[in-house]
């Protein structure tokens, strides 16, 4: 199945030109260095390349090569093909006003019962079905091709696969950027979506150029002064409770350190260190009744099943989802739910 699709990709990318490549809001490392890479990757290949993201590149992923690729302005060129990386639908990037005359969808997150490829209607062929799978899918109205590898650590190493395929060589910027993708997806090989693949693939590109130990300083050890304040007011925050932890970053406490949300990047992950705990929740205010809610999981639960049911997802092990309502309504909902996944 794998080879399939790749084929299919190889001969669209051979057989075009302009290429529009977008993410999803709030990008992150995967999203980021899986979308820059691939550009570089297409612009080795004599296409013209446009990377477009309804939010600017985090400081902290800045020191990515060519990350200034990166575009807020919406392009009014109609493109040959449309590659939106790290999420499976349109609507996940916040982007309007886009012309293609194919998408190509590049993920490894489950799909949602509901999710639609870009915005195109439901009816699609499928081939595969079962989590793990490589996914192509194309509609019969319009054209869509999905290349989803559940079983993959990040987009970063779907993304090397198609180079690959594609031969292209893969330098010390392409590997940069794909190696800073899956190190942080799998939070630097700590998390249970590390794979022997995903080793492999990280050990070719440290051969190719990627360096461990500067990636790691730039992503883990080069944080603001205001970003740890952040941290300290967040954490006397912490609660516990059947098996749950959780914590609660509000829009004083970012007007108090003078930071943004992008200082919240990996905090959900210290409830998660508490021994006994099953599933950790960071809550943050994003507006007047509006809340981002992060998950993480010790692996027992699955907390992308609990995001869905509140219209979000994400993996079995990390899961996010957006609620509307005050700080104790959506905190009610949230953890009942949990403690109804838990018991399970």
């Known amino acids: 199945m794998m080879t399939k699709t790749l084929t299919e990709l190889k001969k669209l990318i051979e057989k075009n030109k302009k290429f529009l490549i977008v993410s999803h809001i709030n990008p992150e ?33 800045k020191f990515l090569p060519s990350s200034k690729l990166v575009n807020q302005k919406i392009p009014s060129l109609k493109f040959d093909a449309m590659f939106i990386v790290d999420c499976a639908t349109l609507e996940r990037t916040g982007l309007k006003g886009l012309r293609a005359k194919t998408t190509v969808v ?33 509609l019969e109205v319009g054209t869509t091709i999905r290349l989803i590898d559940t079983s993959a650590s990040a987009v970063g190493e779907i993304v090397y696969k198609l180079l690959s395929f594609l031969n292209v060589p893969i330098d010390k910027k392409i590997a940069t ?16 979506n590390t794979s022997s693949e995903t080793l492999k693939i990280a050990s070719e590109l440290v051969n190719a150029g990627a360096e461990p130990w500067k990636i790691t300083k730039e992503v883990y050890e080069n944080f603001s002064f205001n970003r740890l304040r952040l941290l300290v007011q967040s954490l006397s925050t912490i609660k516990k409770k059947d098996k749950i932890a959780w914590m609660t970053v509000t829009r004083n406490m970012f007007r108090n350190t003078k930071t943004s949300t992008q200082a919240t990047e990996n905090l959900v992950n210290y409830p998660r260190m508490i021994k006994d705990i099953e599933v950790a929740v960071l809550f943050r205010e994003d507006g007047k009744n509006s809340y981002k809610i992060s998950f ?48 399970k």
């Open 177 to 192: 950027n794909l190696y800073t993708s899956i190190f942080t997806d799998t939070g630097g090989f700590r998390f249970s």
């Open 29 to 61: 490392g995967d999203a980021i260095g899986s979308s820059v890479a691939l550009a570089l990757g297409l612009k080795k290949k004599g296409k013209s390349v446009y990377v477009l993201n309804k939010d600017p590149v985090p400081d902290i992923l």
């Open 106 to 138: 590049i993920d490894h997150h489950l799909i949602q019962k509901s999710a639609r490829p870009a915005s195109h209607p439901p009816a699609v062929r499928r081939a595969g079905s079962e989590a793990g799978e490589v996914r192509s899918q194309k």
């Open 296 to 343: 993480r999981s010790k692996g027992k639960v699955n907390v992308a099943e609990i995001a869905r049911t509140f219209g979000g997802g994400g993996h079995a092990n990390a899961a996010g989802c957006t609620l509307n309502g005050s700080l104790s309504e959506v905190k009610g909902k949230i953890l009942k739910a949990v403690r109804k996944a838990i018991k």
